[in-house]
């Protein structure tokens, strides 16, 4: 029930990484269960929209927090913006993913991926976690990825980042459970954001970003979660029955007809 929902993780959520796709639409879940929202992300244009469709679809309170989450105190000037209020779920949704060969990719995009997909995620976790452990009850939500699961050719760092994401959480979820505090790994594959679009126009098992948002809070309690029945069976497939050089081709050929010209 939405009331419960917003007694247990409310009165405030952040969603890092917020501008549009999976960010606006878990803005737009946590909305729906009454939640007030405060939006994080670096393009002030495009926090005002998703802003205006919030305001068309529900009463709750909404904050912009303009940030650029490659910057080593991102969390912490989030954190100051919002410490007049209680936050009681944090999504860190934001994400980099540099493709391509990685030796023709720039070191620079690489580390700085590095900083939005691991500094990020585990200086929010740090900032916000605390505060929730003290008042025992709360969430923590990371956007993981099924790259998280083997090497992934052509996303190579991505994929790192998202396995650290997995360990992360899963470690969370063991050591803040006893605080009233769930922590969940959200290990998405191909969805209908326009971020994955710029590459492909579909992949096998696309969902939509509202149902990975919708299933995602409907787990919360579990460690990890992977949405939608075809990438569930195909994670199972590639984890627990082929051997592991077999999954990372599987996954390097899937990869060089997204983002490798013919």
Same mark, same amino acid.
């Given at each position: ?18 501008? #549009? ?27 005002? #929209?998703?802003?205006?469709?919030? *305001? =068309? ?31 009681? &779920? +944090? ?15 720039? %070191?620079?995009?690489?580390?700085? *991926? ?26 923590? %939500? ?5 790259? /998280? !699961? ?11 980042? =998202?396995?650290?994401? %997995? /360990?992360?959480?899963? *470690? ?12 969940? /790994?959200? +290990? ?7 971020? !994955?679009?710029? *590459? /492909? ?8 970003? #509202? ?8 787990? &919360? ?8 029945? !075809? ?25 060089? =007809? ?5």
């Amino acid at each position: 029930m939405p009331a419960d929902f917003a007694s247990r993780y409310g009165p405030w959520a952040v969603v890092a990484g917020a501008s #549009e796709g999976l960010g606006a639409a878990f803005a737009q879940s946590l909305a729906r269960r009454g939640l007030n929202v405060a939006l994080i992300a670096r393009r002030p244009e495009k926090l005002a #929209e998703v802003r205006a469709a919030l *305001a =068309k679809s529900s009463q709750v309170q909404v904050r912009e927090l303009v940030l650029d989450l490659t910057q080593a105190d991102a969390a912490a000037q989030a954190a100051r913006a919002l410490a007049d209020v209680e936050v009681g &779920l +944090c999504v860190y949704n934001a994400a980099l993913s540099p493709h391509g060969l990685f030796l023709t990719q720039t %070191l620079e995009e690489n580390l700085r *991926a590095v900083d939005v997909n691991v500094r990020g995620p585990l200086s929010f976790a740090h900032h916000f976690g605390k505060a929730m452990a003290a008042r025992r009850r709360g969430a923590l %939500l990371f956007l993981s990825s099924l790259t /998280a !699961f083997q090497g992934s050719p052509l996303l190579a760092t991505y994929g790192a980042t =998202k396995s650290f994401n %997995l /360990a992360f959480a899963e *470690a969370l979820w063991d050591e803040l459970r006893g605080d009233g505090v769930d922590v969940l /790994a959200v +290990c998405a594959g191909a969805t209908r954001t326009p971020n !994955f679009l710029k *590459a /492909a126009s579909t992949a096998p098992g696309m969902l939509e970003p #509202e149902q990975v948002a919708e299933e995602a809070l409907g787990r &919360l309690g579990a460690p990890l979660m992977i949405p939608g029945a !075809f990438n569930r069976f195909a994670s199972f497939l590639m984890r627990r029955l082929l051997p592991r050089r077999a999954t990372i081709s599987i996954m390097g050929t899937q990869a060089r =007809k997204l983002f490798l010209p013919p």
